[in-house]
């Protein structure tokens, strides 16, 4: 069901969390997942050639918001020709010491996805340029954009600079988008109907009938 109906991807993402030992208030989330289901079965991935849109990706994060362990939750979407063609939701393996920090390995996990799509497209003989990645911390884009050590910096694992050479070998670049405006939002925390409704939107995924 992942595989095709991405606004449920955090849903289902946090459910599974409880999965060896639920209660009966998570059998109630999961049964309004179901609902939810029952009343959008045509709603489907579509993609529009025309529109001239090509890659792009969006990437976000919700602080710490794992009461137990105090893990954050991260989450990033990309898409081709208006609609998702990869998108991911999951719990950072650290706890992050500041926001700044968590946004960054957020934004290292999308570069590896975005590196991935250029090997794709290459062995489809198609020629990419830098791949946009959109998030809406200025934090994470000076450090990742900045290959300097800092006080805010120096603490950070070094797996999650990769996006460094992401950035200098030309395979993405990143841009600020503010948060109200980030799709990718969706993936990382629950949202109200009036939120959720608008980046369902920009997923790509329309009712067919």
Not at 1 to 21: C, E, H, P, W, Y
Not at 95 to 122: I, N, P
Not at 171 to 180: E, H, L, P, Q, S
Request: a positive charge; charged letters at 20%; aromatic letters at 10%.
């Amino acid at each position: 069901m992942l595989g095709t109906r991405s606004d449920i991807s955090f849903a289902v993402t946090k459910m599974a969390q409880f999965a060896a030992n639920p209660t009966e208030d998570h059998l109630s989330h999961a049964l309004y997942i179901c609902r939810y289901l029952v009343g959008t079965p045509n709603y489907r991935l579509k993609y529009d050639g025309a529109s001239g849109q090509g890659l792009n990706a969006c990437t976000d994060l919700d602080w710490a918001s794992d009461v137990n362990t105090r893990r954050s939750t991260s989450g990033f979407i990309i898409k081709l020709a208006s609609g998702l063609i990869s998108w991911t939701t999951k719990a950072q393996k650290t706890v992050a010491l500041s926001s700044t920090k968590a946004e960054y390995m957020a934004l290292s996990d999308c570069s590896r996805q975005v590196v991935w799509m250029h090997t794709l497209m290459g062995e489809l003989r198609y020629s990419l340029k830098p791949i946009p990645i959109c998030r809406d911390n200025q934090g994470s884009i000076f450090i990742a954009s900045n290959p300097v050590t800092e006080r805010r910096s120096k603490r950070i694992g070094i797996r999650y600079h990769y996006v460094r050479e992401v950035i200098s070998r030309k395979y993405a670049r990143v841009f600020f988008i503010n948060g109200d405006q980030n799709p990718a939002d969706m993936f990382t925390k629950n949202l109200g109907s009036v939120k959720f409704l608008k980046y369902r939107g920009e997923l790509g995924l329309e009712f067919l009938e």
